[in-house]
């Protein structure tokens, strides 16, 4: 390759390189001395009314602002820490070039440059390798000024084609500089290569360098706002997907927290509490969950557990039914369609940027909606409940049997469930299922039912078929609590042994719902006095359970029985018949 001519820096206004007759180069000064663009002074403001701040008294940066001049001061408020470290954050600027002069002329002509109230911090690189390297172990630089010849003379358009298409960065502004404008043509390259600008060494004047350096950044930040709007978007929808997947308050309150948590990076943590209102001593804040600082507190009264400073904040959003704003902490409300309402309060507002806000502000839409669905499905379960207990308590009481030992069966299925490790959605599905164990006894005629002698072959036979006259009934449903109480309906007479009915199924071919509601349900009809038979003591009852353990009972679920013991006794009491 022919040598490589020498050029002046590049900068017609400022400083020149002459090569003199002893062939020596020499630096002149012009007439003049640079000085860069003066724009307007930045100020800081409070957001605009009707943002999502609201009238609270957190400053930010609006990401309009743009250049301060050399010595100038942004004017107002003072800056919040949040904008303090705004301000002190700089714009990357990679130099790529072979002749150290560039870089010097370059630094000394940006040095007092600042975009957006942050100033330059320059990289230099003096090779297309170095400058990969830099791109790599940068990768927020945000222009790159780029000699076009170095060490190859395509080194700097193969380094445009590796930044966007090897390392995938599209975000950085690269200008191109060349001082050999003929090697490659300015319209081939433009429409050849992503790039941002074209520029003639022997053009490019302090002037113009710092004009081009505006358009490139602000380009940069445009991009990178539009990227963080982006991914804060793809953020809310993934968190309001997970808060939408809850159907359980307490589940759905750490949800919130964990979510908002992850969508703007809090640190100290934060707060969900309900209201519940009393007419005579006004609202009370209970602690549904808590995150980071406050976990502590989990489940306490927040007016004796919480500063009160808090809990004023609080009151305040809860009296004024909206979301409140303020220098150090925000506090947001939430009302669904049944005036159920809770708070969530977060202790750092001043971490937060103006897109942080806005976020929070689409997030807090979809936690409202979900928390108004949560409610519904909250009903729907209860509803759902009290006529599972109306139907097997009908069947219970044609057998001269009460209500109270199907809600019995249903918590203790529950309890057991829970010791064996169960998931939480389906010990929940458990205990609304198994109170549904004996619904088939609808179809076995009274005299059979409430006999008080034993039966005959015949009648005992006829007794049976009540297994699968209840699946039979329940199967006929698609709803998913109703399929498990047809599986617990023919299952629940089937012994471990297999010298159980209605299909003499043997060990772990027993579903595991009809194992679990048998031993509850023998448990509990054991301890209750029927008309055939007297109550027996819990003595008795333990005794004859670990008798048929691996005969009559799966031996896992009668080993949680033994291990909980003392709560199954207690729900019995809290129940009683």
């Not at 714009?91 to 330059?120: S, Y």
């Not at 005629?445 to 049976?464: C, F, Q, V, W, Y």
């Amino acid at each position: 390759m022919p040598p490589k001519p020498r050029h002046d820096a590049g900068f017609g206004s400022g400083a020149r390189c002459r090569v003199g007759a002893a062939g020596r180069r020499r630096r002149v000064r012009s007439a003049h001395r640079f000085r860069p663009p003066q724009p307007p002074r930045t100020r800081v403001t409070r957001p605009p009314r009707g943002s999502s701040a609201g009238a609270g008294g957190v400053h930010w940066l609006p990401s309009t602002n743009e250049g301060v001049g050399v010595g100038k001061e942004p004017q107002g408020p003072p800056l919040s820490p949040l904008a303090m470290r705004e301000a002190a954050a700089t714009w990357k600027v990679l130099i790529a070039d072979d002749e150290p002069e560039v870089h010097d002329v370059t630094r000394l002509v940006l040095g007092n440059f600042r975009f957006a109230d942050r100033p330059l911090e320059f990289l230099s690189a003096y090779s297309a390798a170095q400058a990969r390297q830099l791109l790599v172990d940068h990768p927020d630089i945000a222009v790159v000024l780029l000699d076009v010849v170095m060490e190859s003379e395509q080194a700097g358009l193969t380094l445009v084609r590796t930044i966007r298409e090897e390392l995938g960065n599209a975000f950085v502004r690269i200008v191109l500089r060349t001082g050999q404008a003929g090697q490659a043509p300015e319209q081939e390259v433009v429409a050849t290569y992503d790039i941002n600008d074209y520029k003639d060494k022997t053009e490019l004047t302090a002037s113009r360098l710092t004009t081009t350096l505006y358009a490139a950044l602000r380009a940069y930040r445009d991009m990178r706002a539009i990227e963080a709007h982006k991914v804060g978007l793809e953020n809310v929808i993934r968190s309001s997907a997970r808060i939408f997947a809850q159907h359980d308050t307490r589940e759905f309150a750490n949800a919130v927290l964990e979510q908002l948590t992850a969508l703007v990076g809090l640190e100290r943590g934060a707060l969900y509490c309900t209201v519940d209102r009393d007419g005579t001593s006004g609202e009370h804040f209970h602690i549904a969950a808590t995150s980071g600082d406050y976990r502590r507190l989990q489940h306490d009264d927040a007016a004796t557990a919480l500063p009160p400073a808090i809990v004023n904040a609080m009151r305040d959003a809860y009296r004024d039914k909206s979301h409140h704003f303020d220098r150090d902490h925000y506090v947001l409300h939430f009302t669904d369609s049944q005036q159920a309402e809770s708070l969530l309060f977060v202790g750092e507002a001043w971490n937060l940027s103006a897109l942080d806000f806005k976020l929070i502000e689409l997030f807090c839409t979809n936690v409202s909606i979900a928390f108004d669905n949560l409610h519904l499905h909250e009903e729907l379960l209860t509803s759902q409940q009290e006529m599972v207990y109306l139907l097997a308590g009908a069947a219970e009481t044609r057998s001269q049997e009460t209500a109270r030992h199907v809600h019995r069966v249903g918590c203790l299925a529950q309890l057991f469930g829970r010791a064996l490790g169960l998931p939480h959605k389906y010990c929940e599905l458990l205990r609304h299922a198994a109170p549904l164990h004996d619904i088939g006894k609808i179809g076995i005629p009274d005299t059979i039912l409430n006999k008080r002698g034993a039966h005959t072959s015949e009648e005992a036979a006829i007794m049976r078929t009540h297994a699968a006259l209840g699946a039979q009934l329940l199967g006929q449903s698609r709803q998913p609590v109703l399929q498990l109480a047809a599986e617990i309906a023919a299952s629940h007479h089937e012994n471990w042994d297999g010298s159980g009915y209605p299909h003499g199924l043997v060990g772990p071919a027993i579903p595991l719902g009809g194992r679990i509601t048998m031993v509850a349900d023998v448990f509990d009809a054991l301890g209750s006095e029927r008309c055939y038979k007297q109550a027996w003591e819990p003595a008795r009852i333990r005794g004859y359970m670990l008798e048929q353990r691996g005969k009559k009972f799966a031996p896992d679920v009668v080993d949680c029985l033994m291990d909980h013991w003392d709560a199954a006794l207690a729900l019995r009491r809290e129940l009683p018949d």
